[in-house]
């Protein structure tokens, strides 16, 4: 594929690489299988990326900016802590649903680089993309909603991973849309409880 810029053929290989963990799982996305599925030479993949491993933290900073930026869209100036917590948190549920196969390829990839040594740092950058990216998400939404933290905004965010990890996998499990909102109008509640308004300086 010549002519192609760097950037749309980096693109093009994880959009292949998350066809190929959806349907054969981490093991089967080797790095033939992927160029076979975008239709690319060996070389053109190691024109994009130095290593296998480089194209899969590239993967999973695609998947997660893609899950915050949904959050992100969500957020309105003038929401209460706990509207623009709820409202965040229904944004990202409504991505899990819209596209399953997304979240099941990143809960694959962690659980294979757990299973295999050497690789285990993927899994470890996986979960810290994931803080960061909440992390940013509560700074933004806090500001919109004039309050603060009473405690670290990255307890905070480790605490909205944690719930929404569980959320995910659970409905994964069961497709039970309506169980997975009544948890988080339950975790919208508990997490505004951490917030408070901001105290003005004078």
């Known amino acids: 594929m010549a002519r192609i810029p760097s950037s749309e053929r980096r693109e093009m290989l994880v959009q292949a ?14 790095t033939r299988a992927i160029v076979a599925e975008a239709g690319m030479s060996l070389a053109s993949f190691h024109y994009a990326f130095r290593s296998h491993s480089e194209m899969m933290r590239e993967l999973v900073s695609h998947v997660v900016d893609a899950e915050v930026e949904s ?3 969500s957020l309105r100036l003038g929401s ?52 960061a990216g909440v992390t940013r998400v509560l700074v933004e939404g806090a500001a919109v909603s004039n309050v603060e933290w009473a405690m670290p905004v990255e307890d905070v965010a480790r ?18 849309t309506a169980a997975a909102e ?4 339950f975790a919208a509640d508990s997490l ?8 003005r300086t004078t």
């Open 80 to 131: 209460d802590i706990r509207r623009a917590l709820r409202d965040g948190l229904g944004a990202y549920l409504e991505y899990v649903v819209a596209d399953p196969g997304h979240e099941q390829v990143m809960q694959e990839l962690m659980h294979y680089a757990l299973r295999t040594p050497g690789l285990e740092h993927l899994a470890a950058e996986q979960y810290d993309a994931y803080r």
């Open 71 to 73: 959050v992100f869209s």
């Open 182 to 185: 009544r948890v988080l109008d």
């Open 17 to 30: 690489a998350l066809r190929v963990i959806a349907r054969h799982g981490v093991s089967g996305a080797t």
């Open 159 to 176: 605490l909205v991973v944690t719930v929404t990890d569980g959320v995910t996998l659970a409905w994964l499990a069961d497709r039970d």
């Open 192 to 199: 505004a409880a951490l917030a408070r308004a901001r105290e």
